[in-house]
Every structure is written in structure tokens, then in C-alpha cells.
């Protein structure tokens, strides 16, 4: 069953005269519709609807192997959708898209660049010059708490470090759309207990749209606005998360909305 009802889409057209009256609702900036992909014979993706608003922070859920990740890739660009249609701020995805940040699953550092030029790149990519891209890749370094490790290789950072080098890379070209495959998963327990806090302080206020794939079901109820469940190629559940922000991640987990949360993403999940 699909549940999308309570997020409006905004069409200009429809916006009354006196708009100042209306509530105010942030626009789509992420609208998928009728998203189909195949590999081959296998059919993964069949009919994702999701629309999310600008700023919204969206997890996307579901069991190994039901097309997250491809979801993920065809939002970004990196090859097309077999059917159906993907438009971010009211454009067409018909290729990489250079306001969008994808920090993919798996480790993604170049290891022959310091941690400074990993982060740098996406803005070397874009033509900004060394000094001004260095000087953005050292705030972010030092958002992320990697100061003193600008000029160490891959090989010489730690699992947790290289993911905060990634968040920072991800972060440093100011997309208006983050898109995150698991960015906790591969972390030891104290690690990702702060790095989750620190990478909601950052988002909360920015206006980033997020959408981050996760396994883990508490990360997912404590960071986003909405759960959407991906399920036999489908979104069937899109559940509202009202809980206040700023959060706190750790104590949110004996909040009663939290639990009733939990129950149904669990059971939406079949766990
Ligand atoms: N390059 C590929 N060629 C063929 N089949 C693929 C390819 N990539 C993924 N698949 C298949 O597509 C399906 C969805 O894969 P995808 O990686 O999107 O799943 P996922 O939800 O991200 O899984 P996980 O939670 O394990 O990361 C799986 O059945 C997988 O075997
Ligand atoms: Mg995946």
C-alpha cells in the first residue's frame, strides 16, 4: 500500500492569490515518479512514487538486495532510469547533477590523495581554484574534527576517520541534495554513536535535502522527518517521524513515539 498522502506537492499553478495565509510548505525538490530499473532479466525497481520536500531528511529502508543502492544511483544520475521519470528542483536527472552529493556505500578515498585534496576534488572538478578549494576542504576537515589530518594518505587514516573524510568531501561542493548509502554502517558502535550527532548538528539548519539508505532502524527513526520503506520494488510505507528537533540521538530510544515507530517500520519490514 502505498502512503504518500501526507506530503503536498507544491505546483505553483495551484498557489492561491493570498499565499501569506497558507501554512507554509518548502517545495519538492526531489520527485520521483513511476521509477522503473532492471538488470537484465531481473525487474529490482517497479513503480517508485516518493517526493520529498526541500530540506526534508528522508530514510530510505528495506531488506538486503530490494534496489536501495540502484535507487540511490538512478537519483544521482549515474545511469538512467529504465522507466518512468526522476526531476530534482524541477529538472529532469539525465546525468550527474553537480548540486548533488552521493557518499556511496563502500570506501570511496582516492588513496594517492592526501585527506585535503579527497575532499577538495568535487571542487576541483568544479574549476575552483587551489587556494580557495583548500581553504574550504580545511573547514570542513575541522567541522569533522580531521584538522590535524589534512595530509595523511588513506592507508594511514582509520575506518571512522576515512568515513569523516567522505562526509566532509560530500559536504564541501554545498549540494542542495545529499544522498548517503550507509555512511554509519561499517563503523565500530562508539564511532557511530558520535558521528551520527555530529553529522545531524551539521545538517539541521543547513536546508540540505538528505536522503540516507540505512539498515539500521533506530539510526533511521532518530535522524529523519520520514521513514519510506522500499519493498518489491515499491515505496509501502512512508511513515512521519513528529518527533521535536533538535534531537538527541541517544535518548530518543525510550520516547514512546519512538517505539510505536519502531514496531511499525519493523513490521513493515517483516522483522
Ligand atoms: N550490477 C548489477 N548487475 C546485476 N544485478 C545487480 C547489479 N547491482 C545490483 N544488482 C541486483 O539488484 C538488486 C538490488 O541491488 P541493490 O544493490 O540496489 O540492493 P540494496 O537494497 O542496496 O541492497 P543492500 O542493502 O544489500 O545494499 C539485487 O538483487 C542485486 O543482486
Ligand atoms: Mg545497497
Redesign the pocket.
Known amino acids: 500500500m502505498q502512503n504518500n498522502s501526507s506530503v503536498a506537492r507544491v505546483n505553483p499553478r495551484l498557489v492561491p492569490v493570498n499565499a501569506s495565509l497558507v501554512p507554509r510548505q518548502a517545495p519538492v525538490l526531489l520527485d520521483l515518479e513511476n521509477v522503473s530499473y532492471r538488470?537484465?532479466e531481473?525487474l529490482?525497481l517497479d513503480g517508485v512514487n516518493l517526493s520529498i520536500n526541500s530540506g526534508e531528511f528522508v530514510a530510505l529502508v528495506?531488506?538486503?538486495?530490494?534496489?536501495?543502492?540502484?535507487?540511490l544511483n538512478l537519483i544521482a544520475g549515474l545511469f538512467p532510469a529504465a522507466g518512468g521519470r526522476i526531476s530534482v528542483g524541477g529538472e529532469l536527472i539525465v546525468g550527474p547533477r553537480p548540486s548533488t552529493g552521493y557518499m556511496s556505500?563502500r570506501d570511496s578515498l582516492m588513496p594517492w590523495r592526501r585527506a585535503l585534496d579527497n575532499v577538495a576534488f568535487g571542487l576541483e572538478l568544479r574549476g575552483v581554484a587551489r587556494s580557495e578549494r583548500e581553504d574550504t576542504a580545511r573547514a570542513w576537515l575541522k567541522q569533522v574534527g580531521l584538522e590535524d589530518s589534512e595530509g595523511k594518505y588513506r592507508s594511514q587514516l582509520s575506518q571512522g576517520m576515512r568515513q569523516r573524510v567522505a562526509f566532509a568531501r560530500t559536504l564541501a561542493i554545498d549540494p542542495d541534495l545529499v544522498l548517503l548509502?550507509?555512511p554509519f554502517a561499517a563503523l565500530d558502535a562508539q564511532t557511530k554513536e558520535t558521528l551520527q550527532p555530529k553529522f545531524l548538528q551539521l545538517w539541521e539548519g543547513s536546508g540540505r535535502t538528505v536522503v540516507l539508505?540505512t539498515?539500521d532502524i533506530n539510526e533511521a527513526i532518530s535522524m529523519a522527518d520520514r521513514v519510506v520503506v522500499?519493498s518489491k520494488g515499491r515505496v509501502t510505507h512512508d511513515l512521519r517521524v513528529a518527533l521535536p528537533r533538535p534531537r538527541r540521538i541517544g535518548d530518543l530510544v525510550d520516547v514512546p513515539e519512538f517505539r510505536d515507530l519502531r514496531r511499525q517500520v519493523r513490521e513493515a519490514l517483516h522483522v
Do not use: F, I, N
Open positions: 538488470y537484465s531481473s529490482v528495506g531488506v538486503s538486495g530490494c534496489g536501495k543502492t540502484t535507487l556505500a548509502d550507509e539508505v539498515h522500499l
